[in-house]
């Protein structure tokens, strides 16, 4: 069995809280025996896959598989083809230089208000880009595009491999 759910912003990508009062996929995925194939942070948004199925799971979760995941970013200020440059060749970070990803200044996606909104300031713009990994480390987007100047407002993971959130709302999920 997989899962395709529409993580909300804010949930914790696992089924118990461990005391920290934060929503967990168990509010939303009342399916015995499926766990997420990776993860995704509480300040993020979008696709998470749960699966029963062992070998799956390692094959979507481990780096060395190199299963490609998109992000929609929405980026602090707009970054310059340098910037985009610096992503597409890989960024250095405290734990070591990134693999290239795809990067790419996209038009604001036609996606669900996030809640709460991200804080919107008059004196500072900002953009969306398309940024496609194929490694997971903690928090590497938002550490990748703060390395180039632009720090992260908003980031929702749209595809993972070839499953995407097309028709899959906040706080739901479809069996595939």
């Given at each position: ?30 399916v ?17 896959l ?6 799956l ?13 998109t ?9 310059d ?18 693999r ?34 194929t ?7 938002r ?12 980031l929702?993971?749209w595809?993972v ?10 706080g ?5």
């Amino acid at each position: 069995m997989l899962i395709l759910f529409n993580k909300p912003w804010g949930v914790l990508s696992q089924f118990t809280d461990e005391g920290s009062g934060h929503p967990t996929l168990a509010g939303f995925i009342d399916v015995p025996g499926v766990y997420p194939a990776g993860r995704l942070d509480r300040d993020s948004e979008g696709l998470l896959l749960l699966t029963d199925d062992g070998r799956l799971q390692a094959r979507i979760a481990d780096p060395k598989h190199k299963v490609a995941k998109t992000y929609w970013v929405q980026v602090e200020g707009e970054p310059d083809e340098a910037a985009l440059a610096a992503l597409r060749t890989g960024v250095r970070l405290k734990d070591g230089l990134t693999r290239p990803a795809l990067a790419e200044r996209i038009d604001p996606p036609a996606i669900w208000p996030r809640d709460p909104p991200v804080r919107f300031r008059k004196s500072v713009p900002d953009c969306w880009i398309a940024v496609t990994i194929t490694e997971g480390r903690n928090r590497q987007v938002r550490r990748m595009t703060a390395a180039v100047g632009h720090p992260t407002l908003r980031l929702v993971r749209w595809r993972v491999g070839d499953w995407t959130l097309d028709d899959v709302a906040p706080g739901t999920w479809r069996s595939v």
